[in-house]
């Protein structure tokens, strides 16, 4: 049976999977993102595959950076990766804790410093990241700062804010 709105049945076997196999927890991401020539259309594309079909979503850079203002920028959707992946951490820790949430929302904001990006300064790009989560529950404060924690802890979004990790960048000319 579902606790808020988490497959507690799906995830207990995963977990259990993942303790006889650490092998079995490994998991490989990609998108792949096209860029548009046609001025009328956001600036770049790119088709999601999940479970149960496709979702295409679409950006364009910031109208001050060039954009045409017709999509979301890049990092609205780092920023919406960030809030959802803190939101399923915690829904999902919560669920496999007990702990009954009625209501859940969360922000993030960038405070962002752009004089790097246009070649200006040598000026951090992004100044801090902040979260903020509201949450309704009938858990006590205690139980509410240990489940914070742990999404913390958890949440692969932050764990890719606040870790170093390899970046590889390959460049291939196309004929």
Partial sequence: MPMNNINLEEMKSFVEEAKQDLTKSKRTKKVECLWNFDERKPQMESKLSHPKGDTTIYSDLAPFMGGSGLAPDPIQYCLFGLAACFAGTLM????????????????????????????????????????????????????????????????????????????????????
């Avoid at 669920?95 to 300064?121: C, H, P, R, W």
């Fill in 92 to 175: 999902s820790t919560a669920a496999m804790m007990g702990i009954k949430i009625q209501g859940l929302k969360v922000s993030a904001e960038n405070y962002m410093d752009f004089s790097k990006t246009i070649g200006l300064t040598n000026n951090p790009i992004t100044e801090k990241t902040k979260i903020i989560t509201e949450v309704k529950s009938d858990a006590n404060k205690n139980q509410l700062k240990d489940l914070e924690r742990l999404a913390r802890e958890r949440c692969p979004g932050v764990y890719c804010l606040i870790n170093p990790i390899p970046l590889e960048l390959e460049l291939v000319r196309v004929q």
